[in-house]
């Protein structure tokens, strides 16, 4: 069992917990709860390894939330994090302000991803569309300026976001559909990018068919795990705050839909994570 005790920001010590364990899980998506202290931080992550999930990736959705997430990933091994600013927290967008602080947080160590970044119409009402549109176009901008691959945030706005991602990046640039719930027709869109696809606890609702059909569509080397914690948490504990150390009961389901044993999928998507984020 391996714990995720501190380290102080050694590339040595970061890799060497990861590397003989390959075949443990990766959390390619999650977040703190809101105003998480540092010692429920620990908690959260001590519980991930001990279930197994020693991969975890930060990922983050405003410049609030972002210094907490680059200190623990400083600091913990197997711990990464992105920034970047979320569809719906641009309210107070101002690109002078944010892209400079976010170019500057990429040279922190275990950054791996510009996201989660994208647009949302499903509550389009809090994050006027122009806005959300201008930090994505900014967002994925500094994404190609710098190579840094982007995760992306895609909620009832395949067409516009498909869109943009095509006019900012060039055509092979990685890119993660995080918590990917359009349809087949969308799948396809995105497949013809460089594109891979993070499936969470919504896999395990009864009423979400319509996830668990592209969940099978989707190549084997292009699925990775999330949970989107403290969301989304997956049967048994719908309703209750989700964390990082459900991700087995995920993969659980995610094997079965693939017919796959679960220690294939826990290593084939763990070893997915690591090349997309360029984790050695
Ligand atoms: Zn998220």
Known sequence: MTRATPHRNSPIAHCSLLIPHSSLYFDTHTHLPDDCTDDEAEVLIREAAEAQVTGLLLAGTSLRDCPQNLALAATHAGVYTSIGIHPLEVQDYDAAVAIPQ??????????????????????????PAAIQEQALRDQLHLAAETGTPVVIHSREAFDRCHALVRECLPADHPLQIHSFADGPAELEQWLKLNT??????????KKAENIRETLRLVPLDRLVLETDAPYLAPVPFRGQPNASKHIPLIAQRIAEERGLPLEELARLTTANARRFFRIV
Not at 114 to 119: H, K, Q, T
Not at 196 to 205: A, L, Q
């Open 102 to 127: 976010l170019r500057a947080w990429l040279a922190a160590p275990h950054v791996v991803a510009i996201g989660e970044i994208g647009l949302d119409n499903h509550y389009a009402d809090s994050a």
């Open 196 to 205: 891979i696809f993070s499936y969470n606890g919504m896999v395990t609702f």
